[in-house]
């Protein structure tokens, strides 16, 4: 990386945890205009996806459809829809407009384009503004061949990295965002082609908003889009991490709307399907501006009958049929129910179905209601099956089946077993012991305790895995009630089981493995977003699980000791590394009780523990007490 790169990476750097305000209200005559025509692109691609990102306060209002506005034409996939005031954030960028304008989140998408573009060229698309739909996959900073129709009005809001390369990363002659848009500015030629070009900064990074105007546009189009630039706050938050070390995307994402909730702010946005079904569903990325966070639902495709699909909590979001006049939330017995935004699909998304949200502040779950114009629920046309409902990587991934157990493989030494093993924290052992206690024979699996920060108590304490289905115990329902893309790969949230109350979970995977995370949240938001997001784990050479720390979260609590857990129908053995008990010097090494445990290798703090739940089980006990060995045990490095 050479010093202008890096110049470049400290600007984003700092600006990664500043926030935009919430953009001024539009003026009352221009929330108001004429219907221009729909320019519609057709994107390969099948269901919808929609996204919820990091962003400052949305604001949402109603928009009087009827006073002022010329009429419709009858493909207007806004007729008959209440258009709103939307205001959301886009990287940073506060901007309110009409909701039947359309705005494009084109960051991750556009990214790793750039990065082709030689530097003193390079200009990276952060958002854009329309009064048609140019679809999710064209800027008239990539595309030289991009015109602009007749009635049409484009912004086009970009970083502008030449001037970064050509200046050093000195943005001070840059106007500071907002700034106006001069009406007498000519047309002239730049990195996105002929348009009209404003650039600016925030605070010292510096941007270009790119406008093209068609010849018949309107005067209202006109105004609303140069309004939605000069009532734009801009603190740049933009993205900063590097091409590759997340999850670009191969198409922008319509952004929808924006609100705030307890947990933070939120932009709710739509993308088609590119990736697998369990990934590319509906999803909601919320968190408050510090940190950031994924909700995820669907497969809200409203197939088969299903009258409406539902996600996230609040707000609550996801698809309905075209036949419902409305759709509401509704809450427990005697609370008036929520009415929810109902809206359309771009045209660039010719799927049958439209979109909804509502935000919901109670602290009860909410179920979304399509109703008929006679405010009818509407039924499903066919039964809901388990089989209509599975949105789930677990779907996706083998599972142990039920009642088959798993050990590391064995190796025999006479009259002895050597099983190898690597505890959660990546210490390994060898376990050494007499051949008649079949330890080989019991269910093994790692098992760990994990805290974020020192006052979170959202989930953790204990985490566990197995390589069982979790849906066999742990988890109600047939799909999670959302999630995220986290550095161990997707995480859900689950539901948990009436035994398991108060509890919930998140689940992830790493190798053959189900990484089970209780949580006391309903919603994957806050602390719940940072676990499933920092939570990361790998499969060791043994089959077994090394879990690893990250910035907040401590996988490895000397007071507990990491674990392995060797689980029969009336036994439980577990041996942890790392233990603090093993300083506490009080071994129990009579089985009468139903309880062994005794620190077994000191120099490693590895304590056994074992209980048996049958009194035949005490020569179980005794044996492991007299016979269990730990052999070449090696300290993890974590």
Request: glycine share 10%.
């Amino acid at each position: 990386m050479n010093d202008v790169e890096q110049d470049l990476r400290e600007l984003f750097d700092r600006k990664a945890s500043s926030v935009g305000g919430v953009a001024p209200k539009l003026p009352e005559q221009v929330r108001n205009r004429s219907r221009r025509r729909q320019v519609g692109i057709a994107l390969v691609g099948g269901l919808a996806a929609l996204a919820v990102l990091a962003g400052s306060a949305g604001v949402l209002r109603a928009v009087d459809a009827g006073r002022g506005r010329q009429p419709t034409p009858a493909d207007d996939p806004w007729v008959g829809y209440e258009v709103f005031e939307r205001t959301a954030v886009v990287q940073g960028f506060t901007i309110t407009s009409p909701s039947d304008w359309y705005m494009v989140d084109q960051w991750s998408w556009a990214r790793p384009i750039a990065a082709d573009v030689p530097r003193d060229v390079r200009t990276t698309p952060v958002l854009m503004l329309s009064n048609t739909d140019r679809g999710l996959t064209t800027s008239p900073c990539f595309d030289a061949a991009f015109a602009v129709g007749s009635e049409e009005a484009i912004m086009t809001i970009a970083a502008d990295d030449a001037y970064v390369w050509k200046h050093q990363g000195q943005a001070d002659a840059l106007p500071q965002a907002p700034t106006r848009f001069d009406s007498e500015a000519p047309e002239g030629t730049g990195v996105c082609g002929t348009g009209i070009y404003v650039p600016f900064a925030t605070e010292d990074l510096p941007f270009v908003a790119h406008f093209l105007f068609g010849e018949d546009v309107s005067e209202e189009d006109r105004t609303i889009l140069i309004r939605a630039f000069e009532t734009m706050g801009a603190q740049a938050t933009v993205d900063p991490t590097p091409i590759g070390a997340r999850r670009d995307h191969p198409s922008g994402a319509y952004v929808i709307a924006g609100g705030e909730n307890a947990a933070g702010p939120w932009t709710l946005e739509l993308r088609p399907q590119t990736e697998p079904a369990y990934v590319a569903n509906v999803q909601l990325e919320l968190s408050p501006t510090e940190g950031s966070g994924v909700v995820a639902g669907g497969p809200f495709t409203v197939r088969d009958g299903r009258p409406i699909e539902q996600g996230g909590g609040n707000p609550v979001f996801g698809a309905v049929v075209k036949a419902a006049d409305a759709v509401e939330l509704r809450l427990e017995e005697g609370t008036p129910p929520i009415s929810a935004q109902v809206v359309p699909l771009p045209p660039s998304m010719p799927f049958d179905f439209d979109l909804f949200f509502a935000s919901n502040d109670a602290d009860v779950q909410a179920t979304a209601v399509a109703l008929d114009a006679d405010g009818v629920p509407i039924a499903p046309s066919t039964p809901v099956t388990e089989e209509l409902s599975h949105t789930t990587f677990l779907d996706e991934v083998d599972h142990l089946p039920p009642g088959q157990r798993w050990a590391p493989d064995v190796t025999q030494e006479g009259n002895r077993v050597v099983m190898p093993i690597t505890f959660p924290d990546g210490a390994t052992a060898e376990l050494v012991y007499p051949t008649e206690l079949r330890l080989e024979g019991l269910n093994v699996y790692p098992d760990t305790y994990g805290v974020l920060d020192e006052n979170s108590s959202s989930c953790g304490w204990p985490v566990h895995a197995s390589r069982h289905d979790p849906r066999g115990g742990w988890l109600r329902g047939n799909q999670p009630i959302g999630g995220l893309e986290g550095r161990i790969g997707y995480v859900e949230l689950w539901e948990g089981t009436q035994s398991n109350e108060p509890y919930n979970f998140l689940i992830g995977r790493s190798g053959s493995w189900n990484i089970i995370v209780p949580c006391r949240s309903a919603a994957l938001a806050g602390d719940t977003a940072s676990w499933a997001e920092l939570i990361s784990a790998a499969e060791s050479r043994d089959g077994l699980l090394v879990f690893e720390d990250a910035p907040r979260l401590d996988m490895h609590l000397p007071e507990e000791g990491a674990t392995i857990r060797f689980s029969g129908d009336d036994v439980i053995v577990d041996v942890s590394s790392g233990s603090a008990r093993c300083d506490a010097g009080h071994p129990d090494m009579g089985a009468r009780d139903g309880v062994v445990q005794w620190c077994v290798e000191p120099s490693g703090g590895v304590y056994v523990y074992a209980n048996a739940f049958e009194p035949r089980r005490e020569d179980f006990l005794q044996g492991l007490a007299s016979g269990l060995e730990i052999r070449n045990y090696r300290p993890g490095e974590n």
